[in-house]
T-cell receptor, first 109, second 114 residues
Framework: EDQVTQSPEALRLQEGESSSLNCSYT??????LFWYRQDPGKGPEFLFT???AGEEKEKERLKATLTKKESFLHITAPKPEDSATYLC??????????FGTGTLLAVQP | DAGVIQSPRHEVTEMGQEVTLRCKPI?????LFWYRQTMMRGLELLIY????????DSGMPEDRFSAKMPNASFSTLKIQPSEPRDSAVYFC????????????FGSGTRLTVV
């Protein structure tokens, strides 16, 4: 059964304090690993798709990496506007998108 | 593109009533997904369609839940009868059936059953 585990559940950072979020997964026939950002009262907003181990993608202060068992979302010099819940998901051979429970990030000024 | 459009944004109903949630996917997308989000369980996949055909409904919690996709531009999720434990945010998402890219979510419907 496809499964996604995210850690930590919550993370509080000071503005400018870099850190990483973890996503561990098991999936049959990985079609893609996804990172989403979700703000309160809104739907998940797509950030990245990673398809194979060793792949990396960047967007502003965010960088996502992928190995055969886990993915990291690195946040460099975060700002208060980066505060949100970050969701990791995998799509396997069935194309079902299975989510982890997310990491709630709070960046304090 | 207007993105994935869901209606209504909020729904408050009494226990036992029928509830219908609606979704218009992105034009050209051929896969559609219904999710439910709660604090306790996070985002749960209820059902998904490919080319308007239901592929996997194993996440539908009970027979009280049903979903249809009569054409490529419209889908409904119906709960009949509704119960307080159905209270959650329901999201619709659509994508292209390729390497799993581009799942786009709607803004969700917040359902409260009293």
């Amino acid at each position: 059964e496809d499964q996604v585990t995210q850690s930590p559940e919550a993370l509080r950072l000071q503005e400018g304090e870099s850190s990483s979020l973890n996503c561990s997964y098991t999936v049959s026939g990985l079609r893609g690993l996804f990172w989403y950002r979700q703000d309160p009262g809104k739907g998940p907003e797509f950030l990245f798709t990673l398809y194979s181990a060793g792949e990396e993608k960047e967007k502003e202060r965010l960088k996502a990496t992928l190995t055969k068992k886990e993915s990291f979302l690195h946040i460099t010099a975060p700002k208060p506007e980066d505060s949100a819940t970050y969701l990791c998901a995998v799509a396997g051979a069935t194309n079902k998108l299975i989510f982890g429970t997310g990491t709630l990030l709070a960046v304090q000024p | 593109d207007a993105g994935v459009i869901q209606s209504p944004r909020h729904e408050v109903t009494e226990m036992g009533q029928e509830v219908t949630l609606r979704c218009k996917p992105i034009s050209g997308h051929n896969s559609l997904f219904w999710y439910r989000q709660t604090m306790m369980r996070g985002l749960e996949l209820l059902i998904y369609f490919n080319n308007n055909v239901p592929i996997d409904d194993s996440g539908m919690p009970e027979d009280r839940f049903s979903a249809k996709m009569p054409n490529a531009s419209f889908s409904t999720l119906k709960i009949q009868p509704s119960e307080p434990r159905d209270s959650a945010v329901y999201f619709c998402a659509s994508s292209l059936w390729d390497r799993g890219g581009g799942y786009t979510f709607g803004s969700g419907t917040r359902l409260t059953v009293v």
